[in-house]
């Protein structure tokens, strides 16, 4: 079984809808990403969390909000979705004594 | 902003022949990590190097870091088929904090 799983792998929706993409780890990881990937680009951070009570913005949290509902855990919501949100979303787990990260296997989301 | 560029921005190459791609980044680093990606799928760790560190292998992946020029680089010897994919470097300015990634290579290797 993958260590991290992102639901749904896809998901198309409307504008103005609001959309929740989920993560779940067994890695039993304490840090947990959310990160959007755009084609031919690299990954943007959009929100980090080092532990249950920690969240912490990345370089584009603007129109995304997310909840760590435990440590394994962590969901991005997009309150009103818009077209140009439309992008490869991928969720990642590390252990605060390594710097790797794991990443989940992504979330295509199509904004109509 | 993305902390690292990457060059080239794709590549094609015989199997067989070895791939070298680049990384520049703009602010002091802990450490720079490589990652790979196969056609749209999850990213994979391949190598870190820390900043105190100048070269280091890992099977057929050598990575070069230069803190002085700020630029690291990538070379896959003997590449195969399996390797097409996007290779993403990745900076953390401070050890397990957060990653800022680069815009990758993709690299086609034809059989």
């Known amino acids: 079984d993958a260590d991290v799983t992102q639901t749904p792998r896809n998901r198309i929706t409307k504008t103005g809808k609001r959309i929740m993409l989920e993560c779940s780890q067994t890695k039993g990881h304490d840090r947990m990403y959310w990160y959007r990937q755009d084609p031919g680009l690299g990954l943007r951070l959009i929100y980090y969390?080092?532990?249950?009570?920690?969240?912490n913005k990345g370089e584009i949290s603007d129109g995304y909000s997310v909840s760590r509902q435990a440590q394994a855990k962590f969901s991005l919501s997009l309150e009103s979705a818009i077209p140009n949100q439309t992008a490869l979303y991928f969720c990642?787990?590390?252990?605060?004594?390594?710097?790797?990260?794991?990443f989940g296997p992504g979330t295509r989301l199509l904004v109509l | 902003s993305q902390q690292g560029e990457e060059d080239p921005q794709a590549l094609s190459i015989q199997e067989g022949e070895n791939a070298t791609m680049n990384c520049s980044y703009k602010t002091s680093i802990n450490n720079l990590q490589w990652y790979r990606q196969n056609s749209g799928r999850g990213l994979v760790h391949l190598i870190l190097i820390r900043s105190n560190e100048r070269e280091k292998h890992s099977g057929r992946l050598r990575v070069t870091l230069d803190t002085s020029k700020k630029s690291s680089s990538l070379l896959i010897t003997a590449s195969r088929a399996a390797d097409t994919a996007s290779y993403f470097c990745?900076?953390?300015?401070?050890?397990?904090?957060?990653?800022?990634f680069g815009g990758g290579t993709r690299v086609l290797v034809k059989p």
């Open positions: 990642a787990t590390s252990d605060g004594s390594q710097e790797t990260q794991y």
């Open positions: 969390s080092f532990d249950v009570k920690d969240i």
């Open positions: 990745a900076t953390d300015k401070a050890a397990g904090n957060k990653l800022t």
